[in-house]
């Protein structure tokens, strides 16, 4: 099947945005145009790799080959991301969760004030959420904001650790795509910079690009980079000695991906194990105290009440900035 014929219905399964440009650059490519080409006027809504991976393999005559491999790092990358953010950390699970806990509070009133408590705060919550995102990327639209977030994610004690290795795993899963499909190392580095989707690593990742055009080992060009993962440098060498960024590069970057699962499961799950704890200790204490002091105490317990609040509208707030930290 010719590829202008095969394009759009394979674009079928795809979102709306997709099949509208296999749509329109089909008569292009009856024509002659090389896919390459004809998708550069849209390479701002296509994933960096794309159209380098693309025009290796029209060059090399393997088009079918590259589309196998951005197929497989697509697939790869997106059930990595479903596994992380739906076993790891989920912001709607925070918002219902706090959602159902005040609505508790209403169910000695009555059922339907219980019910209208629930819905009142999951569209409040749900409101402030949404908000929350969209505020959070017009600030991130700051270069030198993101940067300077970026970099603090590196560095913050137990959560710098995932972060390190998801963003490198992210980028490493690119560059071997990139390489694998014959694109000059240079140019990978250069092209997955934005794959690791973290500021300081791409500025970075940009630089050691221009050192290996000047001949510096990519190994070295990369040491110039701090809080990189352990152990991923000498990974590197080891590469380069083979001459080969394929097997060896890509189980390392699977264990990174794998550490990280592990430690953000590990993080979340003891945050939630401390909250419950003190929700029972403070639930404790304020009954106690009402059975002990009456109604004169409702006044403490209102405002107790009202810390157990400001905690939860605080754990859901840092849902909220680890959801930005994790976005893709």
């Not at 945005?17 to 998708?39: M, W």
């Amino acid at each position: 099947m010719a590829i202008d014929e095969a394009l759009p219905r394979a674009a079928r399964l795809s979102d709306p945005e997709l099949q509208s440009i296999c749509a329109r650059i089909a008569p292009a490519l009856g024509r002659g145009t090389r896919l390459s080409e004809a998708l550069a006027p849209y390479r701002s809504r296509l994933p960096d790799i794309v159209l380098p991976v693309l025009e290796v393999g029209e060059v090399a005559g393997t088009l079918d080959g590259a589309a196998r491999r951005l197929e497989r790092a697509f697939s790869y990358s997106a059930e990595q991301e479903r596994r992380f953010r739906h076993s790891a950390f989920s912001p709607w699970s925070a918002i219902l969760a706090l959602s159902l806990y005040l609505a508790a509070y209403s169910v000695s009133e009555s059922a339907s004030a219980a019910i209208m408590t629930f819905l009142s705060c999951m569209f409040a919550l749900t409101g402030y959420y949404v908000c929350g995102r969209l505020l959070c990327r017009l600030l991130f639209r700051w270069q030198a904001l993101r940067l300077l977030v970026d970099e603090i994610k590196l560095v913050v004690p137990q959560v710098g650790v995932v972060v390190r290795n998801l963003a490198m795993a992210r980028w490493g899963h690119s560059f071997v795509t990139l390489w694998a499909s014959g694109v000059a190392v240079s140019y990978a580095l250069e092209v997955s910079a934005r794959s690791a989707l973290n500021a300081y690593y791409e500025r970075g990742l940009r630089r050691a690009a221009r050192q290996t055009r000047e001949g510096m080992s990519l190994r070295d060009s990369l040491a110039g980079i701090q809080f990189l993962p352990a152990h991923l440098l000498e990974m590197l060498a080891t590469c380069e000695i083979a001459g080969s960024f394929g097997g060896s590069l890509d189980g390392f970057l699977t264990i990174l991906e794998e550490d990280a699962f592990t430690r953000a499961s590990q993080q979340f799950m003891g945050a939630v194990a401390a909250i419950q704890i003190l929700v029972i200790v403070v639930a404790v204490v304020l009954g106690g105290a009402t059975g002990l002091f009456g109604v004169a105490f409702s006044g403490i317990a209102f405002v107790l009440a009202g810390a157990i609040g400001a905690l939860f509208a605080i754990v859901w707030f840092v849902c909220l900035i680890a959801d930005r930290l994790t976005a893709s």
